[in-house]
């Protein structure tokens, strides 16, 4: 919010008048009104726009009112004393010095009374909490099946179609005809709903109607309607009328879309860029797996070398244990002793310990170094 100077500082016209509109157009609670009053010194300029003051008994307001809206608008309501309903929001013309209403909306006053039950409605259901952003079911990222409630026979359905058949070809339309206009309309789309969730059983569903009057919209300002949408398990896109046209329904669906063709483009991803974030995925997934690839080879060859020096070191302590016992054997080795001059008696194949293991007569053999004697004990 801009601060304006302290009383001494001097400002220009301009100065004052950018910081009057700077203060209006951040007051958020001027930047969406609805209007009622009656028309006078209307003039539609030849670029389209239309230029008029509403006025009622004790005051007026310049207003304008730029082509795309009066294009998207009744123009046999601009004329002067027709008594209509404004929406727009409050903007400063600094080449004047005057504030203005920048309409987006108009509507002639028969519709005063929808305009006040439909104020009630919206009330009522804010405060019960209907509208409430903690309550909006996100949208699934990748739906396999779409469910679209509007009529079979109107631009709308063909538009939806196109848009996912263009973006999303792999996902399943299941059409719920219903009106989407006059008395029946609000049960008809209601029990259209009812049937989509319990027999489809789609990821999402688009409820939608092209543009229209007041009163042909007026079945999406249902409350019975309202409440189904806002109990609905799956998440609910809806796509009523314009982008300046607003319902109960747009409130309480867990996402609004300004129209048909773009309900259809924020429910289903594009699958090129989807093809194309797959290559790239699949292009890292391959790298990932080559430099863990090379990074296993590595080890396998680092393995592989400690496998070969423990190899060659177990060899080696085995022919150190070998040498060893081999020491320890010769050290045993009756050879030696025999060698060294003692000998080794037997009997019958036994080596004799004592005398008293011989009798007189027992033929005994002496084993030399060098051979072998045979004697009998006299």
């Keep these: 919010m801009p601060v304006f100077n302290s009383p001494n500082d001097l400002l220009t016209v301009s100065d004052l008048t950018y910081r009057i509109r700077e203060v209006l157009e951040y007051e958020p609670e001027l930047q969406d009104v609805t209007v009622q009053g009656e028309i006078s ?25 730029f082509r795309r809206y009066v294009e998207g608008s009744n123009r046999g309501i601009l004329k002067h004393g027709i008594r209509v309903v404004a929406q727009g929001s409050v903007s400063v013309y600094p080449q004047r010095g005057s504030y203005q209403l920048m309409v987006t909306s108009l509507k002639a006053d028969g519709q005063g009374d929808l305009h006040r039950e439909f104020l009630r409605l919206k009330e009522k259901l804010l405060n019960e909490g209907l509208f409430d952003p903690s309550h909006k079911k996100p949208l699934p990222s990748y739906p396999t099946t779409i ?74 300002n249902d409350e019975d309607l309202a409440r189904a949408v806002f109990a609905c398990p799956i998440p609910v896109v809806s796509a009523i009328g314009h982008e ?33 974030a797959l290559s790239g995925t699949r292009q890292q997934l391959f790298t990932h797996l080559q430099y863990r690839l090379n990074h296993q080879l590595q080890l396998l060859d680092d393995l592989s070398d400690r496998v070969g020096w423990q190899k060659k070191l177990l ?64």
């Design 41 to 65: 010194n209307c003039t539609v300029h030849g670029s389209g726009h239309a230029y008029f003051t509403l006025k009622d008994e004790e005051a007026q307001l310049s207003c304008v009112m």
């Design 147 to 220: 469910g679209v409630i509007t009529s079979p026979t109107g631009a709308v359905i063909q538009d939806i179609l196109r848009t996912l058949q263009r973006r999303y070809p792999c996902a399943q339309v299941l059409l719920a005809p219903a009106l989407v206009q006059g008395e029946t309309g609000a049960l008809s789309v209601k029990n259209s709903l009812a049937r989509l969730v319990a027999q489809g059983h789609p990821d999402l569903i688009i409820i939608a109607r092209g543009g229209g009057s007041a009163e042909d919209l007026w079945c999406f």
């Design 244 to 276: 300046t046209d607003f319902t109960i329904l747009d409130f309480v669906a867990d996402v609004r879309a300004a129209t048909p063709t773009a309900a259809a483009e924020l429910a289903a991803p594009d699958h090129q860029e989807l093809l194309a």
């Design 315 to 378: 060899i080696e302590r085995q022919k150190n244990q070998l040498a060893l016992l081999e020491a320890t054997l010769r050290q045993h080795d009756p050879r030696l002793f025999l060698e060294k001059g003692f000998t080794l008696t037997l009997k019958n194949g036994k080596v004799v310990k004592s005398v008293t293991q011989t009798q007189t007569g027992d033929t005994i053999e002496t084993v030399l170094a060098d051979g072998r004697i045979e004697s009998v004990v006299k």
